[in-house]
């Protein structure tokens, strides 16, 4: 097993363990040597496996003075996701892209169509990541007259992990929100991730 996967594996086992209960919010961990010796690992993959967690949020703490485990964020309720966003957001990329077959269907355009793209992310009113949402469009972006959205739970990708704050796997919900002008033809599609350890969903008054 590569030193990678030895930390990132750890990691999850000691996100499992916390998830269990082991551990509570503000409970110290181990040094990072009494768990070198557990895990019959190096302390330096320790250390890596304890960053990787202060980085997603699972603990709190400096490297010199231990580490606990954070208090979890604050639950928030989604209820349109066509809302303007009242909080800060940064866009990361803005570059253009090819219709994939699942994009072609979404907008009713050729697959291999130029589309512009766009991801934005989204933080909560500490300033953390609190959602991620990529946007497709052909053309000039149009106003839209409505929007449906559909649901789903998938894993996070890599990219989506680094940026939100999450293991790589974590489950987050998945929403396909496609903006439709006046005559009901889809102008623009989105994807919204929103980590399931920090959002309910709860929809009203989708067309």
Not at 30 to 56: C, G
Not at 61 to 72: C, D, F, L, N, Q
């Amino acid at each position: 097993m590569s030193a990678d996967a030895r930390y990132r594996r750890i990691a999850a086992d000691i996100h499992a363990r916390i998830q269990a209960g082991e551990w509570m919010p503000g409970d110290p961990l181990p040094s990072r040597a009494a768990m070198a010796v557990e895990y019959r690992v190096h302390e330096q993959t320790v250390r890596l496996a304890y960053v990787l967690l202060r980085q997603t949020g699972i603990l709190e703490g400096e490297r010199r003075r231990g580490v606990y485990v954070a208090h979890p964020p604050a639950m928030r309720t989604l209820t349109d996701p066509d809302a303007p966003w009242p909080y800060g957001a940064e866009t990361t990329d803005t570059t253009s892209c090819r219709a994939t077959d699942e994009l072609a269907a979404r907008l009713l355009v050729p697959a291999g169509a130029t589309l512009r793209r766009e991801v934005v992310e989204r933080m909560d009113p500490g300033g953390r990541s609190a959602m991620l949402v990529t946007s497709w469009w052909r053309g000039r972006r149009q106003t839209h007259a409505a929007y449906v959205v559909e649901v789903g739970v998938r894993p996070v990708t890599e990219e989506e992990a680094t940026s939100l704050g999450l293991l790589v796997d974590s489950l987050a919900y998945r929403l396909v929100r496609t903006r439709l002008d006046d005559r009901g033809r889809p102008v623009e599609t989105a994807d919204l991730v929103l980590p399931m350890d920090r959002w309910l969903i709860r929809l009203s008054g989708t067309t």
